[in-house]
């Protein structure tokens, strides 16, 4: 019984950190620097595993951008001064995001700066 449980174990040992990278794909995102985005929020979803931030942003041309931010779960996010009310559909506030390197509208959230000046850090 002792051998199976180790052998279980160790077995877990070995996959574990592939599903963790798999799950938060490391290289997925430009994290060298934060692209600053002007927007409107249009959803906030208060949750886990990640906070999902979805706003619109208008570009030089006119058109607009739907993008999907996260942050850290809710939990962490809590400690930081965040709550499920911290962002409402309608607010114009201003993104710094670690966008996906392919060019895909989504990323990570580095801070958010409402209209007021209050900045929320992730």
């Not at 985005?37 to 006119?62: C, M, S």
Request: aromatic content about 8%; overall charge positive; glycine content about 12%.
């Amino acid at each position: 019984m002792k051998k199976a449980f180790l052998v279980i174990a160790l077995a877990a040992l070995v996959i574990a950190p592939g599903t963790v990278l798999a799950h938060h794909g490391g290289n997925l995102y430009d994290t060298t620097k934060a692209v600053e985005l002007k927007g409107t929020i249009t959803k906030f979803e208060w949750g886990t595993p990640h906070n999902q931030i979805y706003f619109d942003v208008k570009t030089d041309k006119g058109e607009v951008q739907h993008w999907v931010g996260s942050t850290e779960p809710a939990g962490v996010m809590l400690e930081r001064g965040w709550t499920r009310r911290s962002l409402v559909p309608g607010e114009e506030v201003t993104v710094f995001i670690f966008a996906a390197k392919n060019g895909a509208t989504v990323g990570n959230i580095q801070k958010i700066i409402k209209a007021d000046g209050k900045q929320l850090g992730s």
